[in-house]
Structure formats: structure tokens, C-alpha cells
């Protein structure tokens, strides 16, 4: 069984830094990518990053770029997402997700519809 659980959201404020993790299990497959979104109340869900668990190529969405960081332990096991510099916009669950076949990633970047399993998203509060 597939397993995706998220951890490391909390509150902080602005200005402040968080790493999330993406404790991943369970895979079948050797080729895969694991990306993060993250959806505001009211709002749609939106790709920040992924990460190719076969090569380690990663993808960040324009708006991510320079403020996270994706990255992945030897093992491939968990994901990170370090975030620095967060604002009060930053505020959202923030979900991981599989997506299996080749270049997942690099491919299809983090276009949601593409990403098989998610976790249960973690809540990541940035005060002013």
C-alpha cells in the first residue's frame, strides 16, 4: 500500500523558514517523482516543486523558485521542502504527491493530474 504522510508544517512568522518532510513507503516502481502543492482556503491547488527519485532532476514553479529548496534522502525515502523567507501568502495545507513513469518530473513538472497517490497534507500558518 502506497503511504505519503507530510510533517514539519506548524505556524511561523513572516520572515521565518520550514522544512516539511514527505515520508514516502510502499512503491512498486523504480521510476517515479514526488512533487509538494499546497491549496489555500478557497483557492486552487497549486505546484510549488518536484523531485525525479530516479536521477534527482527537479522542477520549481516560477513563483518557488529561490525561496524553496526539494531534496531527497540517499535512500529515497523522503522528500523535503525547505522554505525561507515565508509570507502570510505562504498560509495553505501543503500535500506531497507519487507520480509514476519515466521523467515524471521533468516531463509534466507539477501538473496535479499527473500524480497517482497524496498524502493527507500538513498546515503551514505564516503570521504577519
Known amino acids: 500500500e502506497v503511504q505519503l504522510v507530510e510533517s514539519g508544517g506548524g505556524l511561523v512568522q513572516a520572515g521565518g523558514s520550514l522544512r516539511l518532510s514527505c515520508a514516502a513507503s510502499g512503491f512498486t516502481y523504480d521510476d517515479y517523482a514526488i512533487a509538494w502543492f499546497r491549496q489555500a482556503p478557497g483557492e486552487e491547488r497549486e505546484g510549488i516543486s518536484c523531485i525525479s527519485m530516479t536521477d534527482g532532476d527537479t522542477y520549481y514553479v516560477d513563483s518557488a523558485r529561490g525561496r524553496v529548496t526539494i531534496s531527497s534522502t540517499n535512500a529515497k525515502n523522503t522528500v523535503y521542502l525547505q522554505m525561507n523567507n515565508l509570507k502570510p501568502e505562504d498560509t495553505a495545507v501543503y500535500y506531497c504527491?507519487?507520480?509514476?513513469?519515466?521523467?515524471?518530473?521533468?516531463?509534466?513538472?507539477?501538473?496535479?493530474?499527473?500524480?497517482?497517490?497524496w498524502g493527507q497534507g500538513t498546515q503551514v500558518t505564516v503570521s504577519s
Open positions: 504527491a507519487v507520480g509514476y513513469g519515466p521523467s515524471r518530473c521533468s516531463r509534466y513538472g507539477t501538473t496535479w493530474s499527473r500524480y497517482n497517490y
